[in-house]
């Protein structure tokens, strides 16, 4: 495409107002797609002239009231199709009509953007400030919800891999069955009816990791489209997952007890749904538990709305303190929930080994479509993760890993509870991986992720975790990965960048976080 000639110095800027604008929330036409071909149709009639500077996409999102990256989304495929150019730092503007492509015209130009731009999911202004700039070299860094290297069993493991080549031999560098190593997934179906679940080896599907799992869940289950209920917040490469599938997810209001039943009622009463994605044990990022006298009500809205309901045991055998959390797929009578689990964070996230749990009707469609993706995950690593299981080696482990953990999470507590200045809250959880603060009413986490990088500390900000937008109060705090002394360095360095902010906000107006 030509660039344009257009002089953006002396171009027109639209009026929000001034554009006529229309959205129709119950077509089948993604809204994206509308506004993109109403703008286009303004600029083909000429309304839009030529160089003129449309509104900025906070703005419109604001007056179409939508989330901001339907307006991000739309404009994406103008710019693909050529009837709009970006200007970094500068806006969005009408391009001249000799540089425009004309589909399938002989002066088109081939365009993976414009091929992609329906897929686009992201919220660009937050996804490419959190991966613009890079942290100091001594930066602490409580972002990534993974196991700490350090804790890596690795001289252990490797004497089970040679183990494992000398008894198996070549038998353990083929392929293996589609759905996983027989005796492993006897070993998981053990360990979960030892819980209270009711499992057979032949329900258990052996993946390369949840993030498969989940995969495997959306291709089958979800249609182009339909909608994912998650809870709000959520774990965004989950969610974001289901979108590249096409659906519409939509956030369930949680509390410090974890999914609030009234709030599923409520938005299953707006309209049907296919999959309700929940994380019930050490929920990421809150790091809450589900209440127990949640699960039936729970299970019974979703049994109601014909609701499948995925269960992510992300980090569940995490636990600090007291006695493990009841998972939701203990009291599941009707067969409704798939349940997910990893070794990822327990052993080693490299390893790609997870597991589905799945509802009878559900398995021999859920091993096809597995065969199709892959043909079948590593069966090297499932005969060594066997033998490891079996030993007990990875009971053990995870001993030392939970004592390590409840270490680093008493000093992350103990620091924040020295350091924090008035008006920043939270509620410590007692297992898994990650930890959730509320800042105050003046303080943006997007705008304190700047400061706190400066002073040297970085942690996700709370907008990534909520699928429509919010969470700009919000911080979660990943903290095994650190050792208890450089957790304490890093909290007073985020109280320090906390106190700078709540100055800033108290003396002027809000700063853009670009």
Same mark, same amino acid.
């Given at each position: 495409?030509?660039?344009?000639? !257009?002089?953006?110095?002396?171009?027109?800027?639209?009026?929000?107002?001034?554009?006529?604008?229309?959205?129709?929330?119950?077509?089948?036409?993604?809204?994206?797609?509308?506004?993109?071909?109403?703008?286009?149709?303004?600029?083909?009639?000429?309304?839009?002239?030529?160089?003129?500077?449309?509104?900025?996409?906070?703005?419109?999102?604001?007056? #179409?009231?939508?989330?901001?990256?339907?307006?991000?989304?739309?404009?994406?495929?103008?710019?693909?199709?050529?009837?709009?150019?970006?200007?970094?730092? @500068?806006?969005?503007?009408?391009?001249?009509?000799?540089?425009?492509?004309?589909?399938?015209?002989?002066?088109?130009?081939?365009?993976?953007?414009?091929?992609?731009?329906?897929?686009?999911?992201?919220?660009?202004?937050?996804?490419?400030?959190? #991966?613009?700039?890079?942290?100091?070299?001594?930066?602490? @860094?409580? !972002?990534?919800?993974?196991?700490?290297?350090?804790?890596?069993?690795?001289?252990?493991?490797?004497?089970?891999?040679?183990?494992?080549?000398?008894?198996?031999?070549?038998?353990?560098?083929?392929?293996?069955?589609?759905?996983?190593?027989?005796?492993?997934?006897?070993?998981?179906?053990?360990?979960?009816?030892?819980?209270?679940?009711?499992?057979?080896?032949?329900?258990?599907?052996?993946?390369?990791?949840?993030?498969?799992?989940?995969?495997?869940?959306?291709?089958?289950?979800?249609?182009?489209?339909?909608?994912?209920?998650?809870?709000?917040?959520?774990?965004?490469?989950?969610?974001?997952?289901?979108?590249?599938?096409?659906? @519409?997810?939509?956030?369930?209001? !949680?509390?410090?007890?974890?999914?609030?039943?009234?709030?599923?009622?409520?938005?299953?009463?707006?309209?049907?749904?296919?999959?309700?994605?929940?994380?019930?044990?050490?929920?990421?990022?809150?790091?809450?538990?589900?209440?127990?006298?949640?699960?039936?009500?729970?299970?019974?809205?979703?049994?109601?709305?014909?609701?499948?309901?995925?269960?992510?045991?992300?980090?569940?055998?995490?636990?600090?303190?007291?006695?493990?959390?009841?998972?939701?797929?203990?009291?599941?009578?009707?067969?409704?929930?798939?349940?997910?689990?990893?070794?990822?964070?327990?052993?080693?996230?490299?390893?790609?080994?997870?597991?589905?749990?799945?509802?009878?009707?559900?398995?021999?469609?859920?091993?096809?479509?597995?065969?199709?993706?892959?043909?079948?995950?590593?069966?090297?690593? @499932? &005969?060594?993760?066997?033998?490891?299981?079996?030993?007990?080696?990875?009971?053990? &482990?995870?001993?030392?890993?939970?004592? !390590?953990?409840?270490?680093?999470?008493?000093?992350?507590?103990?620091?924040?509870?020295?350091?924090?200045?008035?008006?920043?809250?939270?509620?410590?959880?007692?297992?898994?991986?990650?930890?959730?603060?509320?800042?105050?009413?003046?303080?943006?986490?997007?705008? #304190?992720?700047?400061?706190?990088?400066?002073?040297?500390?970085?942690?996700?900000?709370?907008?990534?975790?909520?699928?429509?937008?919010?969470?700009?109060?919000?911080?979660?705090?990943?903290?095994?990965?650190?050792?208890?002394?450089?957790?304490?360095?890093?909290?007073?360095? #985020?109280?320090?960048?906390?106190?700078?902010?709540?100055?800033?906000?108290?003396?002027?107006?809000?700063?853009?976080?670009?």
């Amino acid at each position: 495409m030509a660039p344009s000639s !257009t002089s953006r110095g002396s171009a027109v800027k639209v009026d929000s107002a001034d554009l006529a604008l229309s959205l129709d929330r119950s077509s089948d036409v993604p809204l994206y797609a509308q506004l993109a071909a109403s703008v286009r149709t303004q600029i083909e009639s000429g309304a839009l002239p030529e160089g003129a500077r449309l509104p900025s996409t906070r703005e419109l999102a604001e007056i #179409l009231e939508v989330h901001r990256k339907t307006v991000v989304q739309a404009f994406q495929a103008l710019e693909a199709g050529g009837w709009v150019e970006a200007g970094v730092g @500068q806006g969005t503007f009408v391009r001249r009509a000799g540089s425009r492509d004309v589909p399938g015209g002989s002066g088109s130009a081939f365009s993976w953007e414009e091929l992609t731009a329906s897929n686009s999911a992201r919220d660009e202004d937050l996804r490419d400030f959190v #991966l613009r700039q890079p942290p100091r070299e001594d930066s602490v @860094q409580f !972002t990534g919800a993974t196991p700490d290297p350090a804790l890596f069993p690795a001289e252990e493991f490797r004497g089970i891999l040679d183990e494992v080549l000398r008894t198996e031999g070549v038998h353990a560098l083929d392929y293996g069955p589609a759905a996983g190593l027989l005796s492993l997934r006897e070993w998981l179906a053990a360990r979960l009816s030892a819980k209270g679940i009711a499992a057979s080896a032949e329900q258990v599907l052996v993946v390369n990791g949840s993030q498969q799992g989940m995969d495997l869940v959306a291709r089958t289950l979800v249609e182009p489209g339909g909608r994912v209920l998650v809870e709000e917040p959520s774990y965004s490469n989950g969610f974001r997952l289901f979108q590249t599938h096409g659906a @519409q997810i939509d956030g369930v209001g !949680t509390d410090e007890d974890g999914l609030d039943p009234a709030a599923l009622r409520t938005s299953l009463a707006k309209g049907p749904a296919q999959l309700l994605y929940v994380m019930p044990i050490f929920q990421n990022p809150t790091g809450a538990v589900l209440a127990p006298e949640r699960i039936d009500p729970i299970l019974e809205v979703a049994a109601e709305h014909q609701l499948a309901i995925l269960e992510d045991h992300f980090d569940a055998d995490l636990v600090y303190e007291g006695e493990d959390p009841e998972p939701i797929k203990r009291r599941d009578s009707r067969g409704q929930v798939i349940l997910l689990g990893t070794f990822s964070k327990i052993l080693f996230p490299g390893l790609r080994l997870g597991w589905l749990l799945l509802p009878p009707p559900l398995v021999e469609r859920f091993v096809q479509i597995k065969q199709m993706a892959d043909l079948s995950s590593g069966l090297l690593v @499932q &005969h060594a993760m066997d033998l490891y299981c079996r030993r007990g080696l990875l009971d053990r &482990h995870l001993e030392r890993v939970r004592a !390590t953990n409840r270490g680093r999470l008493a000093a992350l507590t103990g620091a924040l509870e020295r350091e924090m200045p008035e008006g920043v809250t939270w509620k410590s959880p007692r297992g898994g991986m990650t930890f959730w603060m509320t800042l105050p009413a003046e303080v943006d986490s997007l705008a #304190l992720l700047q400061t706190a990088r400066r002073l040297g500390v970085e942690f996700s900000p709370g907008s990534l975790f909520f699928p429509n937008g919010g969470g700009s109060r919000h911080l979660r705090l990943c903290y095994v990965r650190e050792t208890e002394d450089r957790i304490r360095v890093g909290v007073a360095r #985020l109280a320090e960048a906390i106190r700078e902010e709540m100055t800033r906000g108290r003396e002027e107006p809000a700063r853009p976080f670009v």
